[in-house]
């Protein structure tokens, strides 16, 4: 019983480091080159990342999914993402005026949906995908390193991937939902529920 019930308190540690890292983002200055901000915010969403893979992981082998800091898990994501933006923008690697007006635009979409989750998550694949077109430009090497990581972690844990596609399915209006329901099914998902 104390193992299951230490899982769950790892795996809810996991989820708030991902706080953490944004505050990392967010409090970042200084740095001399662009190589400098892409291995630091790379480094970080790569741990960040890491870390959501295994919070999941870990709480439902506790078999205890739900929870308030559990419930913060995808919230948490969406800071740490966009942090980690934020921190390419303030030190001029992305237009800054461009990531406000994004960020914005965002926010206001996000409450006239009522925070709809594929709303949010339509808006956070630009906010994924920044690290690697950033380090693309400025530091290949660490371009390389994301794309492993992401090959790495597909392999491992494909499921949990397809859990995440089927979540922004759920999401949308009944038509799309059917037709895309129906293309994923062809492509190998499956419809299996979402928890953490």
Same mark, same amino acid.
């Given at each position: 019983?104390?193992?299951?019930?230490? /899982?769950?308190? /790892?795996?809810?540690?996991?989820?708030?480091?991902?706080?953490?890292?944004?505050?990392? @983002?967010?409090?970042?200055?200084?740095?001399?080159?662009? *190589?400098?901000?892409?291995? @630091?915010?790379?480094?970080?969403?790569?741990?960040?990342? *890491?870390?959501?893979?295994?919070?999941?992981?870990?709480?439902?082998?506790?078999?205890? *999914?739900?929870?308030?800091?559990?419930?913060?898990?995808? %919230?948490?994501?969406?800071?740490?993402?966009?942090?980690?933006?934020?921190?390419?923008?303030?030190?001029?690697?992305?237009?800054?005026?461009?990531?406000?007006?994004?960020?914005?635009?965002?926010?206001?979409?996000?409450? /006239?949906?009522? @925070?709809?989750?594929?709303?949010?998550?339509?808006?956070?694949?630009?906010?994924?995908?920044? %690290?690697?077109?950033?380090?693309?430009?400025?530091?290949?090497?660490?371009?390389?390193?994301?794309?492993?990581?992401?090959?790495?972690?597909?392999?491992?844990?494909?499921?949990? @991937?397809?859990?995440?596609?089927?979540?922004?399915?759920?999401?949308?209006?009944?038509?799309?939902?059917?037709?895309?329901?129906?293309?994923?099914?062809?492509?190998?998902?499956?419809?299996?529920?979402?928890?953490?």
């Amino acid at each position: 019983m104390y193992a299951v019930s230490s /899982l769950k308190v /790892l795996a809810d540690a996991l989820t708030l480091s991902r706080g953490i890292i944004a505050i990392l @983002f967010l409090r970042a200055r200084g740095f001399e080159d662009p *190589t400098m901000v892409v291995r @630091f915010v790379v480094v970080l969403t790569l741990l960040g990342w *890491t870390t959501d893979v295994c919070d999941g992981n870990l709480a439902r082998a506790s078999g205890r *999914t739900g929870g308030r800091v559990a419930s913060a898990d995808f %919230p948490m994501d969406i800071l740490m993402m966009w942090s980690g933006g934020y921190a390419f923008a303030r030190a001029g690697l992305i237009p800054h005026p461009f990531y406000v007006g994004y960020s914005v635009f965002m926010v206001v979409a996000a409450m /006239l949906s009522r @925070f709809n989750r594929a709303v949010l998550l339509g808006f956070c694949a630009p906010l994924a995908a920044l %690290p690697l077109v950033v380090s693309y430009t400025y530091a290949p090497r660490y371009f390389v390193i994301f794309i492993l990581w992401i090959a790495i972690v597909l392999v491992a844990d494909w499921k949990r @991937f397809s859990q995440v596609v089927e979540s922004f399915v759920d999401a949308l209006p009944d038509p799309q939902r059917r037709l895309i329901r129906d293309i994923l099914g062809r492509l190998g998902f499956h419809h299996t529920g979402v928890s953490r």
